[in-house]
């Protein structure tokens, strides 16, 4: 007996859904999926900053001295590049969802504990495992919500997620500074643990799992999943699913297959611009209210210096979004490496004259976060779906790498008689680097298949 009109046996059903996925109009369910991917990602740049808000309240209390802060600050970044390392990888065995779903829940213990701590060492290693459950969840939340999107619109839902860290970070440090006044530094944790915690179970509801995930791993009730995804965006049901090409991909199989003959130059050119832009992110965003204050600067001001950043990082990451489903990405990435460059060496020309500093300094957070934001949203359109969640994890935590090193370096080169004007231009020059680098991808030619294409082509690079 043949089949219903609506639904097609084999390949090409799948291959007309996915197609629709990539090419199709945005449907309610595929803007729901990004906008729970944005509210974690909110999160995530609350529990992130976290010691940023409390460091000098907490090193006041315990009597630490600044390497000793450092250490506290460093070690929620290096627990974000093994989360991304380690956990995020696991995604393309057993799932985006799962991962994202643990990855909270670590965040949240993480945070929770935190508030009880009694002394700088059991805040750092509650600040690590914090640290593991954010990164896991950074890596697979941007995975998931350009999966969801359209081809069109993949860059702005993936843009969107960095806007989601901007936001939770702003909000951090305004909610921050009432919390301690009134209940102490640890409210401050007490607050973001309890606001991960409560998202949980709205992950758990309406979260879904990735389409490529379910097509290309086939896991318990593929087929009822996948036609559950079908329905909630307007498409037919498939009778079957296509045959499943074997597959062995175990973690360490996963990250050699980054570097094989196909993916090693798109590997090592993302590796080496997150590295780069992280690493000079990180620098812009930690020193620069310090470095405003030996500019003349009251700490008022300074700090006011350090907030127009990150309002910037709003916008930043929202127009590379909405500039990236009009114009090519990589194109658009690198014009935001660009004038990042020329604008971090103008800011530090600046500081004599407030207005023109403050200015600037809000035109710097539109820019490097908008860098940050183009990384994470080319990144997955490399890798095949098997792979997606590996390499933007391995991707990122090479990154995290640059943004532990670089702030320690800076006050080490500062401590050698650098000036703040030598290290900026040293900070633009780390910026064109990145932009060159990217210009690599342009040259690439896509090689990898998957259940869906989504590598970039030379014109779209």
């Known amino acids: 007996m043949p089949s219903p009109p609506h639904r097609t046996a084999g390949r090409p059903v799948t291959a007309r859904l996915t197609q629709a996925l990539d090419d199709g109009p945005m449907s309610r369910f595929q803007w729901g999926a990004i906008a729970i991917c944005v509210l974690l990602n909110t999160l995530d740049g609350f529990d992130v900053l976290v010691m940023s808000f409390t460091g000098k309240t907490i090193s006041g209390e315990w009597h630490l001295d600044s390497g000793t802060l450092g250490l ?108 301690i006044d009134r209940y102490g530094w640890r409210s401050v944790f007490v607050a973001g643990g309890l606001a991960t915690l409560a998202v949980i179970p709205l992950a758990f509801r309406l979260l879904p799992e990735s389409l490529d995930f379910l097509l290309s791993r086939r896991p318990a009730n593929a087929l009822s999943r996948v036609n559950e995804l079908a329905r909630r965006m307007g498409q037919p049901d498939l009778s079957t699913l296509p045959d499943k090409e074997p597959t062995t991909l175990t973690s360490a199989a996963g990250f050699r297959r980054l570097l094989a003959p196909d993916l090693r130059r798109p590997t090592l050119v993302l590796w080496g611009a997150f590295f780069l832009v992280m690493a000079a992110f990180y620098f812009v965003t930690s020193w620069t209210p310090t470095l405003l204050v030996e500019a003349g600067m009251s700490a008022t001001q300074s700090l006011t210096g350090g907030t127009l950043l990150n309002l910037g990082g709003v916008f930043g990451t929202a127009l590379l979004g909405a500039l990236a489903a009009r114009y090519a990405l990589g194109s658009v990435l690198r014009t935001y490496l660009f004038v990042s460059a020329a604008l971090v060496v103008a800011f530090a020309s600046s500081t004599d004259t407030l207005v023109l500093a403050f200015c600037i300094g809000a035109a710097i957070g539109v820019a490097v976060n908008g860098c940050i934001a183009g990384l994470y949203a080319l990144t997955p359109s490399v890798y095949p779906a098997p792979l997606r969640a590996t390499g933007v994890g391995a991707a990122i935590s090479v990154g995290r790498v640059g943004a532990i090193i670089a702030p320690t370096t800076a006050g080490w080169l500062l401590d050698a008689g650098w000036t703040p004007l030598a290290l900026y231009v040293t900070t633009g020059a780390v910026f064109c680097a990145a932009g060159l680098l990217l210009l690599a991808m342009r040259r690439q030619q896509p090689t990898v298949k998957a259940a869906r294409d989504a590598e970039p082509t030379p014109s779209s690079a």
């Not at 994202?100 to 495992?129: P, T, Y």
């Open 72 to 179: 506290l600050l460093s070690s929620g970044l290096a627990g974000m590049a093994l989360g991304a390392l380690l956990i995020a990888p696991q995604a393309d065995r057993i799932g985006r969802r799962p991962v994202i779903l643990a990855g909270l829940a670590l965040a949240a213990a993480g945070m929770l504990l935190s508030s009880v701590s009694q002394n700088w060492q059991q805040l750092g290693a509650l600040r690590l495992l914090t640290g593991v459950g954010i990164g896991a969840v950074l890596a697979c939340s941007n995975v998931i919500a350009g999966e969801f999107a359209s081809r069109r619109w993949r860059g702005l839902a993936v843009s969107l997620n960095s806007t989601g860290y901007a936001v939770g970070a702003t909000i951090g440090g305004v909610s921050s500074v009432a919390l």
